[in-house]
C-alpha cells in the first residue's frame, strides 16, 4: 500500500521557520519526484515547490523562492520542506505528492498524495 505521511507542521510565528517531513511508504521512492502543495480555506489547491527524483532539479512558486527549501533523503524515502521568514499567507495545509519520474508543477499530474499537515503563522 502507497501511502505519504506529512509530519511538522504546527504554530509559528511571522518570521519564524518550520521543516516539514513527508515519509513514503509502498513505493520505489527513487524513481518519484515528489512536490509540495498547499491549501488554504477557500482556495485551490497551489503549488509550493518540486523535486525530481534524483534530487537534482528543484523548481519552487516565486512566493517561495528565496524563503523555502525542498530536499530529499532516497535512502530515508523522505522529502523534506524548509521553510523560513514564514508569513501569515503561508498558512495553509500542506500535503506533499508524488508522481512516476517526471517533475511536475500541477496538482492534477500528482496520482499520490498524503493526508497533509497544518502550518498557522501568526502575526
Known amino acids: 500500500q502507497v501511502r505519504l505521511v506529512e509530519s511538522g507542521g504546527g504554530l509559528v510565528q511571522a518570521g519564524g521557520s518550520l521543516r516539514l517531513s513527508c515519509a513514503a511508504s509502498?513505493?520505489?521512492?527513487?524513481?518519484?519526484?515528489m512536490g509540495w502543495f498547499r491549501q488554504s480555506a477557500g482556495k485551490e489547491r497551489e503549488f509550493v515547490a518540486a523535486?525530481?527524483?534524483?534530487?537534482?532539479?528543484?523548481r519552487y512558486a516565486d512566493s517561495v523562492k528565496g524563503r523555502f527549501t525542498i530536499s530529499r533523503d532516497n535512502a530515508k524515502n523522505t522529502v523534506y520542506l524548509q521553510m523560513n521568514s514564514l508569513k501569515f499567507e503561508d498558512t495553509a495545509v500542506y500535503h506533499c505528492a508524488g508522481r512516476k519520474f517526471l517533475l511536475r508543477i500541477t496538482p492534477d499530474e500528482y496520482n499520490t498524495w498524503g493526508q497533509g499537515t497544518q502550518v498557522t503563522v501568526s502575526t
Open positions: 523535486i525530481d527524483w534524483g534530487g537534482a532539479v528543484t
Open positions: 509502498g513505493l520505489t521512492f527513487s524513481t518519484y519526484s
